[in-house]
């Protein structure tokens, strides 16, 4: 039915657009009611995590709840400095490096599976299949998985092996699905001219596949880092003795009942942000300076 | 090798495809991390729940089917799945009509492109934070003297502060739903940004009414964005534990959670058989979503 709506309604006469125009000029009642639902849903989103931004910078009588005792920097001192919280410095540490690792991985892969998939391949359908269990698989059990086999095997778990894989085996399926909506996009015209100008097949890639596709991998590269960085359920069971940032939070919130455990949330999330924002940035100068370019010749 | 566009039979799978060396070059590195992460690692699962296990952690080659019959016939099996897909539908309702809600005002009602995708982001940023912070952030609202009950109390609409709204199904529920909309509101963003417009001007046109207009263009069409978010979900709350574990304070456990005791106590055959359960749970259910839809080419086109 939609079908053949749609080939009815191809050539459109002149009075329809107009009656299109004067019922675009009066909102419906339906359009208040949604923006009420949209700004109530943001509320809620964002209402939370800036109720404990702000409940982290109390002073020392602070409680986890509001009023606020004070204003002070105290719980952040505090995060850094006390023992009792754990090894938030190292885990920290640890967890920029891993999801450095895994940025750059993810990068990688995506881009050379995002290339391949462009056409059927024998035996496409079991890897696309592979790629969507991997990304749907219940975290801790694979965890577990992954533990037994590093044990049959004799190597000992840690951060940079089972755990780096555990969290590939999670970012690289959202990696590749970016991918393919990029790649969608993606005219293959250009890189037919670049292999007719006589440029060999690394040519190509380096100087027009991955500078035209330059603002998807941002994209990619984003998903890579923030998905690894606070990546938990696959990490717990496979990072070995030393903990990540987020198997620290982890145990802090079942064991600490003061504002430090905010603080670590203020801290963590600035990190975020500003990977975000970097990311968002860096998309939009590229499409910028294309428009300019393209204008300008 | 020719670039073009994939001819439309060739990509709906009709022709045979043919071996192709360099693709499967491409897609090597990817299935170096996807075998031994996640096919070996599921199949070293599968293996161990036919296992004994000899108490100390350690795994004595059998075959038994002793662990799946103790996770079949005990009683609390089937409470933890009775739990777990109350918590699994209840978010799932939730998400569905605040997201698709959501991507609907985005995409038919703001006018203005730029702006939609301004609000868009808006929409995605928090799910590149920490999800275990946006959970807690929930304890200072919900808390016993938390915002929610202290402005209740204030205005006098109780006297007593409600105890369940922190540590509890309800809270459950919120935290759920909290983080996993964004699941529903960009696959089905997606696949409503697809609509052509001008057929629902035709529709309109032609007579029929709004709710018509939503009843036999707008839901059929954004079945495919439905079913994925639907997908990611369910299959994210059916694997949870963590917010079961935080804000349900210890009153309700999921399948998860009692999975992970098990392997707490070294008891991996039986962990393992309840994973296979789940995997299969979680399999039936993802099938029967995705009936609707053809994922494959939806997500490659």
């Known amino acids: 039915m939609t079908v053949a709506l749609g080939e009815a309604d191809m050539p459109m006469t002149r009075t329809r657009r107009i009656s299109a125009v004067a019922r675009g000029d009066r909102r419906p009642w339906t359009f208040y009611a949604l923006a009420a639902v949209f700004i109530l849903y943001v509320a809620a989103l964002y209402g939370p995590m800036i109720c404990i931004y702000i409940l982290s910078f109390q002073d020392i009588r602070g409680g986890l709840v509001f009023p606020m005792k004070g204003h002070s920097l105290h719980w952040f001192v505090d995060l850094f400095t006390q023992v009792r919280t754990g090894d938030v410095k190292g885990s920290f540490d640890r967890s920029i490096k891993l999801a450095v690792l895994v940025t750059v991985i993810t990068l990688v892969v995506s881009l050379m599976a995002g290339l391949a998939f462009r056409r059927r391949f024998f035996g496409d359908t079991v890897v696309f299949y592979l790629m969507i269990g991997s990304l749907v698989a219940p975290g801790l059990v694979l965890g577990l998985g992954i533990g037994l086999l590093f044990q049959w095997i004799g190597i000992s778990p840690s951060w940079y092996t089972s755990a780096l894989g555990a969290q590939l085996s999670w970012t690289l399926p959202f990696g590749v699905l970016v991918m393919f909506a990029v790649m969608s996009r993606f005219n293959s015209v250009w890189e037919e001219a670049a292999r007719d100008l006589g440029a060999t097949r690394w040519q190509t890639i380096r100087l027009v596949v991955i500078p035209v596709l330059a603002p998807g991998l941002v994209a990619v590269a984003l998903f890579g880092f923030t998905l690894s960085y606070d990546e938990f359920a696959r990490t717990l069971q496979t990072s070995g003795s030393l903990n990540t940032l987020p198997l620290e939070i982890w145990s802090m919130t079942l064991n600490v009942t003061s504002p430090s455990l905010y603080a670590l949330g203020t801290v963590t999330t600035i990190v975020s942000f500003i990977i975000i924002g970097a990311c968002i940035g860096a998309i939009i100068v590229i499409n910028k300076r294309r428009g300019v370019r393209a204008t300008g010749h | ?301």
């Open chain 2, 1 to 301: 090798m020719p670039f073009r566009k994939i001819p439309h039979e060739v990509q709906s799978g009709q022709v045979m495809p043919r071996p192709n060396l360099s693709a499967w070059l491409y897609v090597t590195p990817l299935m170096l991390v996807l075998v031994p992460f996640f096919l070996l690692p599921t199949l070293v699962v599968l293996i161990a729940s036919f296992f004994e296990t000899d108490g100390f952690g350690g795994l004595l080659p059998t075959f038994t089917l002793a662990n799946y019959i103790d996770v079949l016939t005990s009683a609390q099996t089937f409470l933890l799945y009775v739990t777990t897909l109350k918590f699994a539908i209840l978010t799932w309702l939730f998400t569905l009509i605040i997201g698709f809600l959501v991507a609907y005002f985005l995409v038919f009602h703001v006018k203005n492109q730029l702006l939609a995708i301004g609000l868009f982001l808006i929409c995605t940023i928090p799910f590149w934070t920490s999800n275990i912070i946006r959970m807690i952030s929930w304890i200072p609202l919900l808390g016993k003297e938390g915002l929610v009950n202290s402005t209740l109390l204030g205005i006098g609409v109780i006297r007593e502060p409600l105890e369940v709204l922190l540590y509890s199904g309800l809270a459950v529920v919120i935290a759920y739903v909290h983080q996993l909309t964004i699941f529903m509101v960009v696959p089905i963003f997606n696949s409503l940004a697809r609509i052509d417009k001008r057929v629902v001007e035709a529709a309109l046109d032609a007579g029929a009414s709004r709710l018509d207009v939503m009843r036999y263009i707008i839901i059929p069409m954004s079945k495919s964005g439905i079913a994925l978010g639907s997908t990611f979900v369910i299959s994210i709350v059916m694997g949870d534990f963590f917010v079961v574990k935080v804000m349900s304070g210890g009153g309700s456990a999921s399948v998860v959670s009692a999975f992970y005791e098990n392997v707490g106590v070294l008891q991996y055959p039986i962990a393992a058989a309840s994973a296979v359960l789940l995997t299969l749970v979680l399999i039936t259910m993802i099938a029967l979503i995705l009936r609707v839809v053809d994922i494959r080419r939806e997500i490659t086109q």
